[in-house]
């Protein structure tokens, strides 16, 4: 029998019982819920049916019969596991299929693929960057950009959320105390919390500048924003002048998986050099080969049919609530604010009787006292659905 010494006891019984009821008593405490989905999309979550206005799933492919049957027949011809990481025997044709595919939507020379967004982020900023180096982050960012970054042994510098003048003045400090360093800026082209976007142009005027590179975090707009959904980046025709574009294959592309987009040098570096590439298996060749298939959808008419459903379905929203700043809603996420903690709980959970799920986000996710309800939109959803949301959402809304 295994006995614990007293010690122990007090680390299980006080600390870890401490803390969950610290965050019980702060409203913060988090627990998983069962989600069920069918094969069209219809969910239902502890039990009751919901229409989901929490995926990322904005185009709706996670479900498509056109890719459900690219990854069956993928996995018959390839099998389940891919057996090793990508430097041993892990690298297969559908992962470098994959990358072919992502480079040429991307408008760059070459692109990695790894088992998640999180992999590319806690990958790449430490194989770029270390000691003497600065990465100088945008305080919005994504928590794996922030692990990279911490994991990298560099500076961290946060600037205020699109503050470029804030960020121009820190350029200029970090330079005069150290000519020599690395200065990495990392932003998302739009947030996943807010759903604003970044101001790329103008941030790549000010790296440009000050001899920084910069890292644009495509998460929320791959698939859905730019031409034929290629992402903001090339929205603007920045794609040559960003150095790293990276994203998420699980959110429009409806798969799962991560990627950055950059030159060959870059990446053949990181191949050598990306930890989270370098120590883990390789992602099933099945999952590569359906996230190739779903650039090819996103890159093709219907691409374009699901994101006019999406539009359609944003623009719904937005003029059923006219207060909302249509400017910043940028793309499918819709955060409705509602401020303390345990109200944003209380208003999903009677969303949720009303039978919609729109997840409260609180801290540490966003900032104390902020806490919202963050929609996200579908192409799937239907008008009528749309409308039901907003009338429950009329009674919480600050
Ligand atoms: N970056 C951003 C901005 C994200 O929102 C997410 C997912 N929440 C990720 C990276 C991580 O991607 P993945 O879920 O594929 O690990």
Redesign the pocket.
């Known amino acids: 029998m295994l006995r614990m010494s007293a010690d122990h006891l007090d680390w299980v019984e006080g600390g870890v019982a401490a803390q969950l009821g610290d965050l019980d008593a702060a409203g913060l405490r988090r627990r998983l819920r069962l989600l069920q989905r069918d094969s069209v999309g219809l969910v239902t979550l502890d039990g009751g049916t919901v229409v989901n206005f929490s995926s ?1 799933d904005y185009l709706g492919l996670a479900v498509s019969d056109q890719l459900k049957q690219a990854m069956v027949e993928a996995v018959s011809r390839h099998g389940v596991g891919s057996g090793a990481s990508r430097l041993v025997c892990g690298n297969m044709e559908c992962h470098e299929a994959l990358e072919a595919a992502l480079a040429e939507f991307k408008g760059t020379e070459a692109a990695l693929s790894f088992s ?4 590319v ?1 806690v990958g790449v900023l430490p194989a770029l960057c270390g000691a003497g180096d600065t990465i100088v982050l945008d305080k919005l960012s ?1 928590a ?2 922030i692990d990279g970054a911490r994991l990298s042994g560099a500076t961290l510098r946060i600037f205020p959320h699109n503050n470029l003048e804030k960020l121009e003045r820190m350029l200029v400090a970090i330079r005069a105390k150290n000519a020599k360093g690395r200065i990495l800026v990392v932003t ?1 082209s739009v947030f ?1 919390m807010d759903g604003d976007a970044a101001p790329l142009a103008a941030l790549v005027e000010l790296k440009d500048r000050h001899g920084a590179w910069l890292l644009v ?1 495509e ?2 707009a791959f698939g859905i924003l730019g031409p034929q959904g290629r992402g903001l980046v090339a929205g603007l025709r920045l794609e040559k002048r960003v150095e790293l574009q990276m994203g ?4 429009a592309a409806g798969v ?3 990627y950055v987009a950059a030159s060959r040098e870059v990446i053949d570096l990181l191949i050598n050099r990306a930890r989270s590439l370098i120590y883990s298996t390789a992602p099933p060749p099945a999952v590569a080969a359906t996230a190739a298939a779903a650039v090819a959808m996103i890159g093709g008419g219907e691409g374009d049919r699901r994101r006019e459903r999406l539009w359609a379905n944003r623009a719904h929203l937005l003029s059923l609530l006219p207060e909302l700043d249509a400017d910043l809603v940028m793309a499918a996420i819709v955060p409705v604010m509602i401020g303390g903690e345990r109200e944003a709980v209380a208003a999903a959970e009677q969303l949720m009787e009303a039978g919609f799920f729109a997840p409260a986000i609180r801290y540490p996710t966003v900032a104390r006292s902020q806490a919202r309800l963050r929609v996200t939109l579908s192409a799937l959803h239907e008008l009528v659905e749309i409308e039901g949301l907003v009338g429950c959402l009329r009674r919480h809304m600050v």
């Open positions: 990322n998640t967004g999180h992999a982020a994504h794996s950009l998302e996943s975090d998460a929320h998420t294959l699980s959110k799962s998986g991560g």
